[in-house]
């Protein structure tokens, strides 16, 4: 008994997990709803850096963009023309939300295979550079195309509803053990769901053989070309996925925020993913969601606390504000991972994972495996003549 | 045609100190292939601490002092990179990444909503050149630029330095094999980027600009196309692609009422839109080394 639960012990702390998540809706407030609900829209678009930059070693800083186009695409295809006020009228194709949902996603990957001429030409670094111009683009597109965008103000995001069933606080008017599951609550289960289905079909792709391929790349391309592996293509099937992941996270920051506005979809917010990944450890699926949550949650905690968290400064004072402390916690974050523990947050629980389980038998190590990152010092420096 | 021609002298002007900017970034990227994110910190770092010392020490010192700790404080980014000894260089940049945001974060804090002056010699008068009229601030840009390049390609060409970072970017191991120390080669880079990037901060401060401000470190992010149009690992690459970009930028921000049909403001996003472009046409840029992968 005890030895199945240990050999499972991935799929049984899963589980635990996604059990708590479930019933936390029951005994958390509206503060807590939000912060989740944020944490799991950027764990599903971390995940899609992630496959990116983490798995076939691609980087990226245009995850910006293709989470704008997720959450503009949702309010356009499921809005309705309607005039916002300073002159501005937006279009949108009234289609049902969860079409709608779908649609945004199909579009942002679409925007992924249009950059992808770019993209499977570029090596690392140079796609790093030049996918800065995506955001860049991003809010120039933002700003201008008002009649979808809605300009600077942005524009609604209207409710979410599946098969009649709305994802607000009424309609129909639902109470679960004395709970009323209003609108954050019911956008909790939505987020949760639609992580679950992120998360496995990201761990199937990395096991399979298309992951396989991915994680050859990003070892050595020379190397992957030569075992048959079509880099060009599937760097740009790389992109592409990573870019529907972004799309779907776009879509829930956007019923999230009610008003998605083109501020939030700068360079920052691009970096705050990478922040995500690189604290989460590169590469691994897990690792994305657990570094999401953190760096999600971080500011958003801080600023609610500040009051009591005597260290940082109330707003309008000068100081340390929570914005900047999450900041150089981060930032810092970052540094120390990848100096001292590569593997990030799942280097560490794997390293734990470990020490138990040599207590009880040696197991195989998987030399591919995404957790394994230990393997990379082995690997030629790249650079090096074989490039 | 006057305007015509204004625009280009400014964006020429503008091109320089992109290329300041761009020439650190390719110096680091030849040397320890680190693409360096953390460039448009550096460039607020020194260009602060010539802003906050300029009234006590007066211009020239004030800037002195702004490039040596902005070297220093690239040296230490580079001490902090080189203890990743196994670490490839894409980890290497997404630590720089790192770096940019610990020191952008406290730069902007520190700066606020204040737009700091430099009280430079040119202020804000204009001089005639023909038919034109450039802000002062503009010629000295480029006369300085102009020093700094010829001096940066004499060094880079003839000094012991030069030579070295030269082998070494050719091939580390036999340079590391004929004595040249790696970690001197870079140290030298990063110094030569930060001082580099100070120069390029306080021209970006001083007429027509209003001053230094929060999002000053933005600006410096337009050299990331010129290095890049140009070829990452091309000296001479990143003054064609700094000239190129700062002209580009200049005339469709001048002409932005008749290309409304584009959206406004266009100076930011013409940059960008050049680099995709270029790259669509040479992957490795106008200039930069073609990869080629040999088994």
């Known amino acids: 008994m005890f030895d199945v639960l240990r050999r499972r012990l991935g799929l049984v702390v899963g589980v635990v997990i996604v059990v708590v998540l479930a019933v936390l809706p029951l ?130 995001a209207p409710p979410f509803s599946l098969f009649g069933f709305s994802f607000t606080d009424a309609n129909p008017p ?12 019911r956008l909790w ?60 996270a776009g879509v829930l920051i956007a019923l999230a925020f009610q008003r998605p506005v083109p501020d939030y979809f700068d360079l920052r917010l691009s970096i705050t993913y990478l922040a995500m990944i690189v604290i989460g450890g590169l590469g691994s699926v897990g690792g994305a969601v657990a570094g999401a949550a953190f760096v999600t949650a971080l500011p958003l905690v801080l600023t609610h606390y500040s009051n009591s968290l005597t260290f940082l400064a109330q707003p309008g004072q000068n100081g340390i ?37 040599r207590r009880r038998r040696a197991e195989p190590v998987d030399v591919v495996h995404p957790e394994a990152r230990d393997t990379d010092t082995a690997r030629l420096p790249s650079g090096s003549a074989l490039t | 045609m006057t305007y015509f021609g204004e625009l280009v002298i400014n964006g020429i002007s503008l091109g320089c100190i992109y290329t300041l900017i761009a020439l650190g970034f390719v110096v680091i990227f030849k040397a320890t292939e680190v693409v360096n994110f953390a460039q448009g910190s550096m460039l607020l770092l020194g260009a602060y601490f010539v802003a906050r010392t ?23 980014i580079q001490q902090v990179l080189s203890r990743a000894k196994f670490a490839d260089p894409i980890t290497l940049s997404i630590i720089t990444i790192g770096v940019d945001i610990l020191l952008s974060t406290e730069l902007t804090r520190r700066i606020g909503q204040q737009v700091l002056s430099f009280d430079d010699p040119w202020g804000n008068r ?115 692609g700094g000239l190129l970009i700062g002209v580009v930028q200049s005339l469709t921000a001048g002409y932005n009422n008749d290309l409304s049909f584009l959206g406004s403001p266009l100076g930011d996003v013409s940059a960008y839109v050049v680099m995709l472009a270029v790259l669509l046409w040479r992957p490795s840029g106008l200039f930069g080394t073609r990869e080629v992968a040999r088994v």
């Not at chain 2, 000094?159 to 030298?188: C, H, K, P, Q």
């Open chain 2, 126 to 240: 204009t001089a005639d050149l023909g038919p034109f009229t450039v802000p002062q601030a503009r010629i000295a840009a480029m006369v300085v630029a102009a020093v700094l390049i010829g001096a940066f390609f004499a060094a880079y060409k003839y000094s012991s330095w030069g030579v070295a970072t030269r082998a070494t970017a050719e091939d580390f191991e036999a340079a590391a094999l004929m004595g040249i120390r790696r970690n001197r080669v870079s140290m030298g880079a990063w110094l030569i980027a930060g001082a580099l990037a100070t120069v390029a901060g306080v021209f970006l401060g001083t007429s027509p600009s209003p001053g230094l401000n929060n999002t000053s470190n933005l600006t410096a992010l337009n050299a990331f196309p010129a290095a890049v149009v140009g070829g990452l690992d091309s000296t001479g690459g990143a003054v064609a």
């Open chain 1, 27 to 156: 005994y958390v407030g509206a503060f807590w709803l939000q912060v989740g609900l944020f944490a799991f829209a950027a764990a599903i678009g971390a995940i899609g850096l992630n496959l990116l930059t983490g798995s076939t070693g691609q980087l990226s800083l245009a995850h910006a963009f293709f989470l704008a186009v997720g959450a503009y695409g949702y309010s356009y295809f499921s809005g309705t023309s309607t005039n916002i006020g300073g002159g501005i009228i937006v279009h949108g194709a009234g289609l049902p939300p969860f079409l709608a949902l779908v649609l945004a996603v199909l579009l942002a990957g679409a925007a992924g295979l249009l950059f992808s001429p770019i993209a499977s030409r570029l090596r690392g670094i140079y796609l790093g550079v030049a996918s800065l111009a995506l955001v860049f683009i991003c809010q120039h597109l933002l700003l201008n195309a008002k009649s979808v965008t809605g300009g600077f103000y942005g524009r609604n």
């Open chain 1, 174 to 185: 639902l109470t679960v053990l004395n709970v009323e599951f209003g609108q954050r609550e």
């Open chain 2, 54 to 76: 300029h009234s006590r020490v007066g211009f020239v010192p004030a800037v002195l002092i702004g490039i040596a700790i902005a070297a220093v404080g690239a040296l230490v």
């Open chain 1, 321 to 357: 504000g929570p914005a900047e402390f999450s900041n150089y916690v981060y930032g810092a974050a970052i540094i120390v991972v990848l100096l001292v523990a590569p593997g990030g947050l799942a280097g560490l629980a794997g390293r734990v994972r470990g020490s138990t389980g």
């Open chain 1, 189 to 248: 289960y939505l987020g949760l769901a639609l992580l679950v289905l992120a998360y496995l079909f990201a761990r199937n792709v990395l096991r399979s053989r298309p992951g396989r391929a991915l994680q050859t790349i990003r070892d050595s391309e020379v190397a992957a070309a030569v075992m048959g592996v079509n880099v060009r293509r599937y760097k740009a099937g790389a992109f592409v996925l990573s870019s529907m992941y972004a799309g779907l």
